[in-house]
């Protein structure tokens, strides 16, 4: 029996966009994963977060953005971490709720390129394969000799040579902010969430 192919793909999603989904998306049609599991953190550890939309807002925002596609699972596994979150203790615990599948972890490039300075970075590769994918052209050349460094300490990565939408959840804060448009940015049910909610408007 084959075993099950699982990808996480965890962020701060404040607010998730459409470059997650369709990063996440070209990741699926690569690998042919039986569910990603989007896991929106509690407290990033790598991040200041003053202006953090509430767990909730933010979990149901994830769920509004992936609804119609059915490889997705939105998981809570973090938001009700009482503390700091760490991917690490997320893929152990998920490692031992499946215990037969085969984890993915689907990250940006910058998260990429930063790995090794991850909790416990070491124990995850021997659990994970890692996943990213170049923002620009020149930058496959930079990812190709960090996934050297990786392999030297026996990591799996695979580098998607695919040109992702550069969008950033700062960027959009800021144009909610200004009263600019949403559109083409994010799902159009989140950015009504987002109206009805008024998140990100008085920071």
């Known amino acids: 029996m084959m075993k099950k192919k699982i ?3 965890g962020g701060t999603f404040n607010p998730i966009h459409l470059g997650h ?3 996440a998306m070209a990741f699926q049609e690569r690998f042919q994963f039986d569910k990603i599991l989007l896991i929106p953190t509690k407290i990033p550890p790598h991040k200041q977060a003053p202006d953090l939309a509430p767990d909730k807002h933010r979990y149901h925002m994830c769920r509004l953005a992936v609804k119609d596609a059915p490889c997705f699972e939105v998981s809570d596994i973090e938001l009700k971490r009482k503390t700091k979150s760490y991917t ?3 893929l152990a615990e998920l490692k031992s709720l499946y215990e037969d599948a085969e984890f993915f972890l689907i990250m940006g490039s910058d998260m990429f ?3 090794l300075q991850w909790y416990r970075a070491d ?44 969008i950033s959840s700062t960027e959009i804060r800021g144009r909610v902010k200004a009263g600019k448009t949403l559109t083409g940015y994010l799902d159009e049910e989140v950015i009504r969430y987002i109206g009805e909610h ?6």
């Open 198 to 203: 008024k998140l990100y408007a008085d920071e």
């Open 21 to 23: 989904v369709r990063l």
């Open 123 to 166: 124990e995850m590769l021997s659990m994970a394969t890692l996943l990213t994918a170049a923002r620009e052209p020149g930058e496959m050349e930079i990812l190709a000799q960090y996934q050297k460094k990786l392999e030297q300490k026996g990591g799996k990565s695979f580098i998607l040579d695919v040109a992702p939408m550069v």
């Open 88 to 90: 690490y203790d997320t």
């Open 7 to 9: 990808a996480i793909f």
């Open 113 to 115: 390129l930063t790995f």
